[in-house]
């Protein structure tokens, strides 16, 4: 907002009428018995499921689970239901031809990778089950979860993991196990991760030492404070009233330096 301050911000902190929460649990991948009869229940109760892979092939650098071989094992699990399989190397008519499959109903299944985290309506969907989920960023578990809970019946969101997780991994579980707020989501993220560098390309950490201000803490603070300073322009655009004078006065000192974006806090 300090950057951008002609812009205007549209708050959306509800859930449309008739939705509920999603239920987020995190499980580790030995109990696959307990995750499938779960799915199956699901599946019996007239609902679809999605099941996200964070690659498409076996990787040889990286030992977690893919997509062509879970679509296998998914097949094989639940013989009796139909599955859909899109991922983004898929030819475009492909794709859309597996996903009007699994919105008309024709498919019980969905097997993707993150191509479905956004534009994908399917309010019959009810749980979302996301392989390695410590692969993930909070802000893009956030958007596949919200593929599910589009209807008026109780969804699920299913984070798997390995038991091997860092300290940060854990955090990030946690945060969504514990919220379904996309505002404190985003706020955790930027304590996690960093506000990276607002004049360059770092996208995280910390490129820049604010000497008082939290960019994650004092959002509000900053939106009050580019208020004010927008009521003084409009009121005093000549710079002639007593009271604002100390005020532009640095506004003059700072045009004649080389600006610091470190010292607006």
């Not at 991922?87 to 597996?98: I, L, R, T, Y």
């Not at 593929?147 to 109780?154: C, E, L, S």
């Amino acid at each position: 907002m300090t950057l951008y301050g002609d812009l205007d911000v549209s708050v959306i902190d509800e859930l449309p009428p008739g939705r509920k929460p999603i239920q987020t649990i995190h499980q580790f991948d030995n109990r696959r018995a307990s995750l499938y009869a779960s799915i199956r229940k699901q599946i019996e109760e007239g609902r679809q499921i999605y099941i996200v892979y964070p690659l498409i092939k076996e990787s040889e650098k990286m030992d977690i689970k893919n997509l062509e071989e879970g679509y296998e094992l998914i097949c094989a699990e639940f013989p009796d239901c139909r599955v859909s399989k899109v991922h983004g190397k898929m030819k475009p008519v492909e794709k859309d031809a597996e996903m009007q499959r699994f919105v008309s109903g024709e498919t019980q299944i969905m097997v993707a990778t993150t191509v479905i985290e956004v534009g994908v309506n399917v309010p019959n969907a009810s749980v979302m089950v996301i392989e390695n989920a410590e692969r993930f960023g909070l802000s893009q578990l956030h958007q596949l979860r919200g593929r599910v809970g589009r209807g008026a019946d109780q969804s699920y969101c299913i984070l798997v993991t390995t038991y091997k997780l860092t300290e940060e991994t854990r955090k990030r579980l946690e945060i969504m196990v514990q919220t379904n707020d996309g505002f404190e989501i985003a706020e955790a993220d930027l304590k996690l991760r960093g506000p990276g560098d607002l004049e360059g390309t770092q996208q995280s950490g910390v490129a820049f030492d604010l000497k008082i201000a939290d960019i994650a803490r004092d959002g509000q603070l900053l939106q009050y404070v580019r208020e004010v300073a927008s009521r003084i322009v409009d009121e005093d655009p000549a710079g002639t009233r007593p009271e604002n004078a100390i005020l532009w006065q640095q506004l003059q000192a700072l045009r004649k330096t080389n600006i610091n974006w470190a010292a607006i806090s």
